[in-house]
Structure formats: structure tokens, C-alpha cells
């Protein structure tokens, strides 16, 4: 039962295109969406947020929207560098559960010269 | 990184044995939280703590047991190690603030 889900393993893009990473979620108690970025051999990094009561929030090349009608949220990379080839993980936090975070199963983008 | 080590960070051992993975934390978060990560599963919360000597299960936590005696130390146990629990194995602290977790480098665990 994946309550958050990364439907595309993974993604190349061009440097300098948009790259758009994808998030849906099944659980209507979420509450607080974040993204993560994980490079191999590492932890996973804190990239971006956004709490529900909001539908975009934006941080330099990074853009993370939210469509609670659809239960969807995407991640935009403007523009896409290669130091930005990694995995992401969506994931998210309900109301009433603590901090404790649910994740998808990753996206491996691959940011191509 | 918020200061979260772990140790150690490669380990490989034989079915049926115990071991014990360590994370230790700097800046004083109430909050740990140990997961696995494994292919086509993404990140898997195993227990977590929310104050010394609190800790609660997580979505995985058959064959595996925690233990926080200091707020700095989060001890992650398997008592009898299996083939199963070849992964991953990532410590994060925080989420006090915007669900904000830090987490640890890693530890890769190999059951034989």
C-alpha cells in the first residue's frame, strides 16, 4: 500500500531544460510535502516544502506545486544543471502523525550536457 | 548535515547473528528516526524516538528493535539477523520544525 508514489524511476534531461519530477499521494490526511535529493553514497538532502494550505512555493531554481484536488505534486527544476542529477524523493506528513515522514520510491534524474 | 554520524558505515555478517547500528546526533533534536532503503520501496520507516526512552514502531519494524538512552544516541538492533535485512540503513533527527528531517550518510548492511 504506497501512499506516496513516483510513478517514473527515472528522467534525463538536457542542461539548461526544465526538468519536472512528479508526486502523487493517496492519503487525504496529508498535510506538509517535502522533496529530497539524495546523491549516491549519501543521505538524503532537504531540498524544498510546502504545506498544503499552499498550492506553490518556489526557492531560486526550484519549484515544488500542489494540486490537492488531484492529490499531486511536482517538482520544478529551472534550469537544469548537471550537479543536479540525483535521486528525489517526495515525500510527505499527516496531520495527527507526528513528524514522522512517508516516502515515494524515488526518481534518478539524469541531467545530460 | 546537522551533525548526524553513523557507525558504522559498511557491515557484513552471517544470518542469525545480532548487530547493532549507531547514530549519534549534535544538535540536541528531540526527534530520530531510523530507515531502510531498498530498491523499488524508496525510504521505509523502521521505529522511531521522540525523547529519550520514547520510541515507537515505524512502517517495518518486525525483527528490529531501538533503543535511546542519551538524546544524542539512537541504537538500532537486530537480534537475529537475515538475508531480508541486506540494505540501507539511514538515521535522521529532526522534524520539529516544517518536518524537517537531517539525516545520516548511511550505513550498507550485507547479511550472508
Known amino acids: 500500500d504506497q501512499q506516496v508514489k513516483q510513478n517514473s524511476p527515472s528522467l534525463s534531461v538536457q542542461e539548461g531544460r526544465i526538468s519536472i519530477l512528479n508526486c502523487d499521494y493517496t492519503?487525504?490526511?496529508?498535510?506538509?510535502f517535502l522533496w529530497y535529493k539524495k546523491y549516491p553514497a549519501e543521505g538524503p538532502t532537504f531540498l524544498i516544502s510546502?504545506?498544503?494550505?499552499?498550492d506553490k512555493n518556489e526557492d531560486g531554481r526550484f519549484t515544488v506545486f500542489l494540486n490537492k484536488s488531484a492529490k499531486h505534486l511536482s517538482l520544478h527544476i529551472v534550469p537544469s544543471q548537471p550537479g543536479d542529477s540525483a535521486v528525489y524523493f517526495c515525500?510527505?506528513?499527516?496531520?495527527?502523525?507526528?513528524?514522522?515522514?512517508?516516502f515515494g520510491t524515488g526518481t534518478q534524474l539524469k541531467v545530460e550536457l | 548535515d546537522a551533525g548526524i554520524t553513523q557507525s558504522p558505515r559498511h557491515k557484513v555478517t552471517e544470518t542469525g547473528t545480532p548487530v547493532t547500528l549507531r547514530c549519534h546526533q549534535t544538535?540536541?533534536?528531540?526527534?530520530m528516526y531510523w530507515y531502510r532503503q531498498d530498491p523499488g520501496h524508496g525510504l521505509r520507516l523502521i521505529h522511531y524516538s521522540y525523547g529519550v526512552k520514547d520510541t515507537d514502531k515505524g512502517e517495518v519494524s518486525d525483527g528490529y528493535s531501538v533503543s535511546r538512552s542519551k538524546t544524542e544516541d539512537f541504537l538500532l538492533t537486530l537480534e537475529s539477523a537475515t538475508s531480508s535485512q541486506t540494505s540501507v540503513y539511514f538515521c535522521a533527527a529532526g522534524g520539529e520544525i516544517n518536518n524537517e528531517q537531517f539525516f545520516g550518510p548511511g550505513t550498507r548492511l550485507t547479511v550472508l
Open positions: 544538535e540536541n533534536h528531540r526527534y
Open positions: 492519503n487525504s490526511m496529508f498535510d506538509y
Open positions: 510546502i504545506s498544503s494550505i499552499k
Open positions: 515525500a510527505a506528513s499527516a496531520r495527527g502523525g507526528g513528524n514522522k515522514l512517508t
